[in-house]
């Protein structure tokens, strides 16, 4: 295998996960079905250890990223956000130049996917998650994004990020509407409520009344 090959090779096991467990486990096997020969394969396999700990090392880094950028997320869940980012990260690396902002696109959505119905959470998690979410799609080069929530989550947004106590919050229909004009890089966000719902009919919307 020429140089370039193994630089390919070399990359590949460095991100992604079930190929680098493969080859851990069985180098000379695994090896040749990756176009090495048995020389190939024992030259590589004393590199796995350190393979394994550099690519660790790139999930750490990942997390901070997508820390940053899902700060409200990070807030709410605690410690749970990095084991359920360690999770998903097992899926493979995100490429491309907006590979960050990819990736926490993609990791809200495993969070949406991954805690359904979640009972340790307050009522609107999934409001504050969807908005991170849509305001870094729209920073994405998009002329404007419309997403309706159930509560004022830029508001809700602004307390959580104040505080450290969960902020009592009612139900209140929401749309935003993040928008940038041609050729103008400012994005700008618009905000528009209908009157807060009766605390009865938030209970009912969340499940945590019965219904009589």
Do not use: N
Not at 46 to 55: E, G, Q, S, Y
Not at 163 to 190: D, H, I, K, N
Not at 199 to 212: F, N, T
């Amino acid at each position: 295998m020429g140089l370039e090959e193994t630089q390919r090779l070399l990359a590949r096991l460095f991100t992604e996960t079930a190929l680098r467990q493969e080859f851990c486990a069985d180098p000379e096997g695994v090896g040749a079905t990756l176009g090495l020969d048995t020389e190939e394969a024992c030259r590589l396999a004393p590199l796995t250890a350190p393979i394994r700990d550099f690519a660790a090392s790139l999930r750490h880094k990942r997390l901070l990223v997508v820390a940053r950028l899902l700060p409200q997320t990070r807030q709410l869940l605690g410690p749970r956000f990095e084991a359920l980012f360690l999770r998903y990260a097992l899926a493979g690396t995100p490429q491309g130049v907006e590979k960050h902002r990819e990736d926490a696109i993609a990791f809200a959505s495993f969070l949406l996917r991954s805690l359904p119905g979640e009972s340790a959470l307050p009522w609107w998690w999934r409001d504050l998650l969807r908005y991170e979410q849509s305001w870094l799609q729209a920073e994405g080069r998009r002329l404007w994004t419309v997403r309706s929530f159930s509560v004022r989550v830029p508001a809700l947004a602004r307390l959580l990020a104040r505080s450290e106590s969960l902020p009592e919050t009612r139900a209140q229909p929401t749309l935003v509407l993040w928008y940038r004009r041609p050729r103008a890089g400012t994005l700008r966000l618009a905000v528009f409520s209908l009157p807060l719902l009766p605390r009865r009919l938030r209970d009912l919307r969340s499940g945590s009344a019965p219904l009589r």
